[in-house]
């Protein structure tokens, strides 16, 4: 979809970029029972996107964007995406130590299911969520958003 905002075409690039990823991770995770060194890569991207991208996104969202829906009078689809972001929040902290395991190394076979259970529970909230961002929360913000605040938002999350 073509978004007449940067802040929509941005955060909609970051979610077909996610979306790739997730795609990967659950490919590879889907074929390998036993920990693999041939995807310490893989895994290191995807670790990297939950300790930090996602936090990034999720945080501008929260801390610029949903105020300005709830403003509008979509507060309610504001307060589910908080909900969503905190449950994938909750899934990454618990699956972060055991991608940094599975690089090292040092993590072993009851270790690995766990890791691939969570991380194929993470990939299908956020395939989720983002569909739903990519439904409800970007076309809002073509809505919402006027040329100064766009260029304004674009700016401070450049700077995240």
């Known amino acids: 979809m073509d978004y007449a905002r940067q802040v929509s075409r941005t955060l909609d690039e970051e979610h077909r970029n996610n ?6 991770v659950e490919q590879a995770l889907a074929r390998a029972p036993r920990p693999d060194p041939a995807m310490n890569d893989l895994i290191g991207k995807f670790a990297q996107a939950l300790d930090h991208d996602i936090e990034r996104h999720f945080r501008f969202e929260e801390d610029s964007l949903f105020p300005l829906m709830d403003e509008a009078g979509d507060g309610e689809m504001a307060a589910l995406l908080v909900e969503e972001h905190d449950t994938i929040r909750e899934v990454a902290a618990e699956l972060l130590p055991l991608a ?5 190394g040092t993590i072993d076979d009851e ?7 969570s991380a194929l529970e993470i990939v299908e909230r956020q395939v989720a969520h ?11 913000l073509d809505d919402l958003l006027d040329d100064d605040t766009d260029r304004n938002l674009t700016f401070a999350y450049a700077e995240l």
């Open 19 to 24: 979306l790739e990823l997730l795609g990967k």
């Open 100 to 104: 940094r395991a599975a690089i090292a």
């Open 111 to 117: 270790g690995w299911g766990t890791l691939r259970l």
């Open 130 to 140: 983002i569909q739903k961002e990519t439904m409800a929360l970007l076309p809002a």
